[in-house]
């Protein structure tokens, strides 16, 4: 699991453990706890709920992609954690500090951190952090009310790259003023049985403000239930989003192996 993977923007996925807790009405048809409760009967979800680790060949993968990408001479992008929330305080601490080790020892990978609890983040970010792993793009899952709460956090961290999250997309979102200190977007309708309306007027007006701002936008997916004016879409009426940008590689400085 993770060496293939059906999330456009990225190569790979990788997850230092499995499960999560709902946070938000974002999780609410979380992709990764239906997964659990179809193969699992969710035992991994929820508070206290005993996370699933993984053996060491699952730990190997990510060296493995990391010396295709040296002999590609093409930048590798890894989602972490596609299964899980790396900040979750449910975890094992030692994992995640073996998960910081493993990101030193793969810096021709960008790892794509993507998180419900960046106000976590601080106490779990490893002790050498400084100005940011260069090959960590920090991202935060947001909808309006998290975006006003948590973008400012987000942003308070030093990281290679700041995103946003704004997948699934329920209701309209601005992003005013922080548009312009955000270097990536991620856009798109939720998937699956039950979906919840994704409107094109949404996903628009986003292409829009991120025009203005130089902010690279990806368009992901429009879900199962897409609308415009008003009007529910047939899949076959529109293929996918027009626009996959991605936040520009700068040279990436060399880890230590540690």
Same mark, same amino acid.
């Not at 899980?84 to 995640?96: C, T």
């Not at 709460?149 to 700041?162: E, F, G, N, T, Y």
């Given at each position: 699991?993770?060496?293939?993977?059906?999330?456009?923007?990225?190569d790979?996925?990788f997850?230092p453990?499995w499960?999560?807790?709902?946070?938000?009405?974002?999780?609410?048809?979380?992709?990764?706890?239906?997964?659990?409760?179809?193969w699992?009967?969710?035992?991994h979800?929820?508070p206290?709920?005993?996370?699933?680790?993984?053996?060491?060949?699952?730990w190997?993968?990510?060296?493995?992609?990391?010396?295709?990408?040296?002999?590609?001479?093409?930048?590798?992008?890894?989602?972490?954690?596609?299964?899980?929330?790396?900040?979750?305080?449910?975890?094992?601490?030692a994992?995640?500090?073996?998960?910081?080790?493993?990101?030193?020892?793969t810096?021709?990978l960008?790892?794509?951190?993507?998180?419900?609890?960046i106000?976590?983040a601080?106490?779990?970010?490893?002790?050498?952090?400084?100005?940011?792993?260069?090959?960590?793009? #920090?991202?935060?899952?947001?909808?309006? *009310? +998290?975006?006003?709460?948590?973008?400012? !956090? @987000?942003?308070?961290? =030093?990281a290679?790259?700041?995103?946003?999250?704004?997948?699934?997309?329920?209701?309209?979102?601005?992003?005013?003023?922080?548009?312009?200190?955000?270097q990536?977007?991620?856009?798109?309708?939720?998937?699956?049985?039950?979906?919840?309306?994704?409107?094109?007027?949404?996903?628009?007006s #986003?292409?829009?403000?991120?025009?203005? *701002? +130089?902010?690279?936008?990806?368009?992901? !997916? @429009?879900?199962?239930n =897409?609308?415009?004016?008003?009007?529910r879409?047939?899949?076959?009426?529109?293929?996918?989003?027009?626009?996959?940008?991605?936040?520009?590689?700068?040279?990436?400085?060399?880890?230590?192996?540690?």
């Amino acid at each position: 699991m993770g060496s293939v993977t059906k999330i456009a923007w990225c190569d790979h996925t990788f997850n230092p453990w499995w499960g999560c807790t709902q946070v938000s009405p974002l999780c609410d048809h979380c992709y990764a706890m239906m997964l659990d409760l179809r193969w699992f009967k969710r035992a991994h979800w929820g508070p206290a709920a005993q996370r699933r680790y993984f053996g060491e060949a699952h730990w190997r993968e990510p060296l493995n992609w990391d010396r295709s990408a040296q002999m590609e001479g093409r930048r590798h992008r890894v989602f972490c954690a596609s299964m899980a929330d790396v900040f979750d305080n449910e975890v094992d601490q030692a994992v995640r500090e073996r998960l910081w080790r493993l990101i030193r020892r793969t810096p021709n990978l960008n790892w794509i951190v993507l998180t419900k609890r960046i106000g976590n983040a601080r106490d779990m970010l490893p002790k050498d952090w400084g100005a940011g792993y260069p090959n960590v793009w #920090l991202l935060v899952s947001v909808d309006q *009310a +998290g975006l006003e709460r948590d973008a400012s !956090k @987000l942003l308070a961290i =030093p990281a290679a790259v700041h995103g946003l999250s704004i997948e699934p997309q329920l209701a309209p979102l601005h992003l005013g003023g922080f548009a312009r200190r955000l270097q990536w977007v991620i856009n798109g309708g939720e998937s699956g049985a039950g979906a919840r309306p994704f409107h094109l007027e949404w996903a628009r007006s #986003l292409v829009a403000e991120c025009r203005s *701002a +130089g902010t690279a936008i990806y368009m992901q !997916k @429009l879900g199962c239930n =897409p609308f415009e004016r008003g009007q529910r879409l047939r899949l076959s009426d529109y293929a996918g989003g027009d626009w996959n940008e991605f936040p520009i590689d700068l040279r990436i400085r060399q880890f230590p192996i540690a």
